[in-house]
């Protein structure tokens, strides 16, 4: 990270529970209108796309269909009224829930302590959302990085693997790429015996495979990976990355 000049590293990115940050959209976006902050490009993974134009079909597609009459139109309801106001849209844009992960992240701290940070985690704190609704550290890291940084201060590290209860990173390691790996024995386990278990058991890591990218993964084949399921975030992350890999 610190030879690519990166500010922040994750490994899994999912949505938040809805009624834990009813309000937090609100304040990051005020924040961002207070400071004049332009988008850098991040941003955008955090707010809903807005919805599609429907396409005009020309009339010698054979799937074009006449339009109905006004007088005919005009007796649906709502013809010609005002569009429905969502009552959680910020100038215009609604978060979608994304943010990185925290449970594994890797900052520079010179990010947290820089004074737009400290603006930004201020109004945040003064908002009482930190107690009268549930916010984590998550979401604030991840709406002052899209309202701060671009994606190319951010790293992917999609050669980690991590697991925290049934959520799941874990790549297929990557072919003759894999680094020795020095013996480590955790001291949290009193049982000498059952440390040098431990370190046994992340000794043996899955086989190499065409393609893979992982570092001595050990994956939990019982498990589905985050990626492949429906609370994942990865695929706003490759819309302004513009590819799995950090820009």
């Given amino acids: ?14 949505k938040e529970l809805k009624e834990t940050v009813p309000n937090i959209f609100r304040y990051a976006s005020a924040y961002k209108r207070k400071n004049n902050l332009k988008s850098k490009g991040l941003w955008e993974m955090f707010v809903e ?3 599609e134009e429907p396409i005009s079909l020309p009339k010698d597609d054979p799937k074009y269909q006449d339009p109905l009459p006004e007088e005919i139109l005009s ?15 910020m100038e215009g844009e609604t978060y979608n829930m ?18 737009e940070y400290e603006e930004f985690f201020q109004m945040m704190d ?6 009268m609704e549930r916010w984590g550290d998550a979401p604030i890291h991840s709406l002052a990085a899209g309202a701060l940084l671009s994606p190319k201060d951010i790293h992917y590290f ?11 990173h874990c790549p297929a390691n990557a072919p003759a790429r894999q680094l020795p790996r020095v013996p480590y024995l955790e001291k949290t386990t009193e049982d000498e015996k059952k440390r040098i278990e431990e370190d046994e058991y992340w000794e043996t890591y899955d ?3 065409e393609n893979g990218v992982g570092c001595r993964c050990k ?3 019982d498990l589905l990976d985050v990626e492949g399921k429906s609370g994942s975030c990865l695929v706003e992350w490759v819309d302004v990355a513009g590819g799995w890999a950090s820009p």
């Fill in 75 to 89: 007796t649906e309801p709502n013809h010609g009224g005002l569009p429905d106001v969502d009552p959680e849209a």
């Fill in 207 to 209: 086989p190499e495979k």
């Fill in 219 to 221: 994956c939990d084949l």
């Fill in 1 to 14: 990270m610190a030879r690519a000049n990166k500010t922040y590293g994750f490994t899994i990115a999912v």
């Fill in 126 to 131: 003064h908002s009482g959302g930190f107690w």
């Fill in 98 to 115: 994304c943010h990185f992960w925290s449970n594994f992240e890797i900052a520079k701290l010179d990010f947290f302590r820089s004074k």
């Fill in 49 to 51: 796309k807005p919805a």
């Fill in 158 to 168: 999609r050669d980690f693997g991590y697991r925290h209860t049934t959520i799941q």
